[in-house]
T-cell receptor, first 112, second 118 residues
Framework: GNSVTQMEGPVTLSEEAFLTINCTYTATGYPSLFWYVQYPGEGLQLLLKATKADDKGSNKGFEATYRKETTSFHLEKGSVQVSDSAVYFCALRGSTLGRLYFGRGTQLTVWP | GAGVSQSPSNKVTEKGKDVELRCDPISGHTALYWYRQSLGQGLEFLIYFQGNSAPDKSGLPSDRFSAERTGGSVSTLTIQRTQQEDSAVYLC????????????????FGDGTRLSIL
């Protein structure tokens, strides 16, 4: 079956620190992978995506590379800002039906 | 509209009452999804619509939950005889499901309905 495991939070960093949030998945076939972000009081927003192995998704300084050999899609950012404080969700879409399987979410807090 | 619209944004009701939650997807999006977000369970899939039909209802937690979609657009999620464990944020998402280069479009989420059962 399909499932996503992401590192538990909370993650607390100082501004300009390097961020990694680990995400691994189990899937049949060839899933598409996503990172969604939920800012305080708001809905889920797509942050980035990758649809096939070795693709790199990037947006707002965040990057994640679809690694089929390690079944991973880790989220990274070289220098976080206070405005990046949010909950980050890793997700996969395993079939043409398109439902998403989510990880449990990782709360990131960035201090000035 | 520009984004997925959900109403109401907040709903407080007494245990045992029925509630209806509404989702207005992005115009032209044929696929529509309902999810539930709660503290203990994270983000759970409920049901998926393609057009007006629901090929995947596997996430509905009990027969108290039902959903419909009319005109390939607006969807309503109904919870009958609400229980306290139904308290959660109910999220709706829609997606364009075209062919070729449009076949891998992401889901776009609304801001959700926060449901509180007293």
């Amino acid at each position: 079956g399909n499932s996503v495991t992401q590192m538990e939070g909370p993650v607390t960093l100082s501004e300009e620190a390097f961020l990694t949030i680990n995400c691994t998945y189990t899937a049949t076939g060839y899933p598409s992978l996503f990172w969604y972000v939920q800012y305080p009081g708001e809905g889920l927003q797509l942050l980035l995506k990758a649809t096939k192995a070795d693709d790199k998704g990037s947006n707002k300084g965040f990057e994640a590379t679809y690694r089929k050999e390690t079944t991973s899609f880790h989220l990274e950012k070289g220098s976080v800002q206070v405005s990046d404080s949010a909950v980050y969700f890793c997700a996969l879409r395993g079939s043409t039906l398109g439902r998403l399987y989510f990880g449990r979410g990782t709360q990131l807090t960035v201090w000035p | 509209g520009a984004g997925v619209s959900q109403s109401p944004s907040n709903k407080v009701t007494e245990k045992g009452k029925d509630v209806e939650l509404r989702c207005d997807p992005i115009s032209g999006h044929t696929a529509l999804y309902w999810y539930r977000q709660s503290l203990g369970q994270g983000l759970e899939f409920l049901i998926y619509f393609q057009g007006n039909s629901a090929p995947d209802k596997s996430g509905l937690p009990s027969d108290r939950f039902s959903a419909e979609r009319t005109g390939g657009s607006v969807s309503t999620l109904t919870i009958q005889r609400t229980q306290q464990e139904d308290s959660a944020v109910y999220l709706c998402a829609s997606r364009f499901t075209g062919q070729g280069t449009y076949s891998n479009q992401p889901q776009h989420f609304g801001d959700g309905t926060r449901l509180s059962i007293l």
